[in-house]
């Protein structure tokens, strides 16, 4: 197996540097001139002020601005940071040790760096506040959800961990908060295609051979409102909250289903009730079973009198 290049720069902000490899087909003259071609979504301006300040590099260190270009090599610098809304809640650690980390992640915050969430996301926010510069996550949870999050302390053990997951060899279970019909019979099994495109915030059910599966049960209800457990087979996107309103029970707070809201990123009030509440498997290492359940509780059910 090929080793993986170690980048010539540190992190920052406890982020890894971008890379960017030469094509080996490129004629370009100088790496300033593929870079500046390259879709980047950088200034050219910004650009040449990267290289006039050392900010690019190459294995040997910082590179001028009319450096050849060499097929096959790579480049390193540091992306500027976009301008982000701090969201104002505390990540709970739920378990740590020399292998893992499991925290309660809140409502409204990325557990990784996508778009304009770069500092205020889970996993650089643990990275800092915990040194733990090669902490990586075993799985993701969308921003609006909140709950439990699994990450990989030890990187020697990334695969083992995100293997887990990836081959649904981990139980989860959720807890949402929608409308009670007396009429719905429960549990059921709901059972769908789901897709989602690139560059597209919703997902959507389509006819065709399912690739969705959650087991819906009501655990109570009271004053009109249902509390259910939810229980996915897969992991598509937004597979708890289209199977939800599938069933004509839009989970409470839901922004995009049955009808996007456009919602600012900086308003934190009325979260999705939904809740990643357990998780259980079986530890790769050291094969014991493992179980991890969420100290958090969804508000509007709490609301009702309950816990």
Not at 9 to 20: F, N
Not at 24 to 30: K, N, P, Q
Not at 137 to 157: I, S
Not at 269 to 293: H, M, N, Y
Request: aromatic share 6%.
């Amino acid at each position: 197996m090929r080793r993986r290049q170690q980048p010539p720069l540190a992190k920052r902000h406890g982020l890894d540097p971008a890379r960017i490899r030469m094509p080996e087909d490129g004629t370009w003259r100088t790496v300033r001139d593929f870079l500046t071609a390259t879709e980047l979504r950088i200034p050219r301006h910004r650009i040449d002020a990267m290289f006039d300040a050392g900010e690019i590099v190459d294995m040997g260190g910082p590179i001028s601005s009319d450096a050849p270009y060499v097929a096959g090599e790579a480049v390193w610098f540091h992306r500027d940071l976009p301008t982000e809304t701090v969201v104002p809640f505390e990540i709970s650690i739920v378990h740590r040790d020399d292998a893992l980390l499991v925290i309660d992640k809140p409502h409204f915050l990325p557990t990784i760096p996508r778009g304009g969430h770069i500092l205020q996301t889970a996993l650089v926010r643990l990275r800092l506040e915990l040194d733990l510069p090669q902490l990586v996550p075993a799985h993701r949870l969308d921003r609006v959800t909140a709950g439990l999050v699994l990450f990989v302390v030890d990187p020697t053990l990334r695969g083992a961990y995100q293997t887990l997951f990836q081959d649904r060899k981990v139980h989860k279970e959720y807890e949402a908060i929608a409308s009670y019909d007396p009429t719905l019979t429960l549990p059921t099994v709901v059972r769908s295609r789901i897709i989602s495109e690139r560059g597209q915030f919703t997902a959507h059910e389509v006819s065709g051979e399912p690739n969705a599966h959650t087991t819906v049960e009501l655990v109570d209800h009271r004053a009109g409102l249902g509390h259910y457990r939810l229980t996915p087979l897969t992991g598509r996107t937004h597979q708890l909250r289209l199977h939800m309103n599938s069933l004509g029970k839009p989970i409470l707070g839901d922004d995009l289903y049955p009808t996007a809201t456009n919602r600012a990123v900086d308003d934190f009030t009325d979260p999705l009730q939904l809740l990643a509440s357990a998780i259980e498997f079986v530890d790769p290492v050291s094969k014991s079973v493992r179980c991890f359940e969420t100290g958090l509780s969804l508000e509007r059910w709490g609301s009702t009198g309950g816990q």
